[in-house]
């Protein structure tokens, strides 16, 4: 996710009502266009700090429910069943999990809650582009998420995501831009498990 601005001065300045109302119409309307999507599938790139980057597509479901599916020669897996997100590395036959609340992911999948709650608009100086970063302030630990809309008529609620900057609490950057948006696609629950790689089970989560 973006990086988090400090300002170092403690004067605090009064936007004009037109803007503090435009601020709240975007964010509305980044809520309205995230739970507007029933399913959806999207190519994707992901970047993380050091500049790699990583391909392939992601299909997200209403509920809290999505799967990063790499490219070929990258054997890992990043899915969400709507209550937990695992991320599944099978070089090495591990599994790591977190609560769908403590990932920065969550204002994604959960967007009545996070977005509304601990979002915020960025200005971007574009009336096209609409950004909104997401952070609980008490909880640093559960990261940062910056999602960056453009205005789409075609789109849920007339904003299309085409990427987001997350920040771990480790202060780690990964950034996903998507294209080829498909919404309304067929989407089985079974897209929302994974092989377990670990010797004592072998049953799908």
Sequence with gaps: MAALLVLGTPAVVALPATAVHAQSSDLDRAVTALRGITTMKADFSQTDRSGASVNGVLTLKRG???RFEYERGTNMLVVSNGKSLYLVDYDVDQVQRWPI???PL?????PSRDVKQYGK???TGNPDVVSIEVRDKDRPEFGAIT???VRDAK???GLKLTHWVALDAQNHRTTVRLRNHRYGVAVN???FTFRDPRRSSRRPR
């Excluded at 969550?106 to 959960?110: E, H, K, M, V």
């Design 155 to 157: 789109s849920p609620g």
């Design 106 to 110: 969550g204002a994604l999948l959960d």
């Design 64 to 66: 809290g429910k999505i």
């Design 121 to 123: 608009v960025v200005s």
């Design 101 to 103: 609340s403590k990932s």
């Design 147 to 149: 999602m960056i809309f």
């Design 189 to 191: 629950d079974n897209a």
